[in-house]
């Protein structure tokens, strides 16, 4: 084999690893919900069902920022986590990633309260994921 080809397929073996690792560590995370939000403050709520028993959360924004009021987590055991996450959220990046509170952490539902925040009228997206 030539220094060329051996070059070449070098730099092939390393770009085939590092998009593994990194399709490996996206699959760690699961699309929970995703909402469309206006120029207006609103509350939109995310259910799940069957047992989805997540350790942490993030909700990642696109399109356009969005300005998060409120969020709260609901259990299947009847217990309830208040997030402060009351931040601007530019599209394109998401929040810090939420450690969820408690040893039974089966999600039924996801209340967020929040408004879209660029200077005309448009509309923004939030896709919230769990990590087990």
């Excluded at 989805?52 to 409120?70: A, E, G, H, I, T």
């Excluded at 997030?83 to 394109?92: E, K, P, T």
């Excluded at 539902?109 to 509309?123: F, G």
Aim: glycine share 6%; hydrophobic share 35%; charged share 30%.
């Amino acid at each position: 084999m030539t220094f060329k080809f051996k070059l070449c397929l070098a730099a092939l073996t390393a770009a085939l690893s590092i998009s593994f690792v990194s399709s490996a560590w996206a699959d760690d995370w699961v699309k929970l919900g995703t909402r469309d939000v206006s120029d207006r403050t609103e509350t939109d709520t995310i259910q799940l069902s069957g047992h989805r028993d997540f350790k942490k959360l993030k909700f990642c924004v696109k399109r356009n920022p969005v300005s998060f009021k409120d969020v709260d987590v609901y259990y299947q055991n009847g217990g309830h986590q208040d997030i402060s996450l009351r931040s601007r959220i530019n599209a394109g990046d998401c929040t810090r990633v939420i450690d969820l509170d408690g040893g039974d952490r089966d999600i039924t539902r996801i209340v967020m309260r929040y408004e879209e925040t660029s200077r005309k009228r448009a509309h923004a997206t939030v896709v919230v994921w769990g990590k087990k």
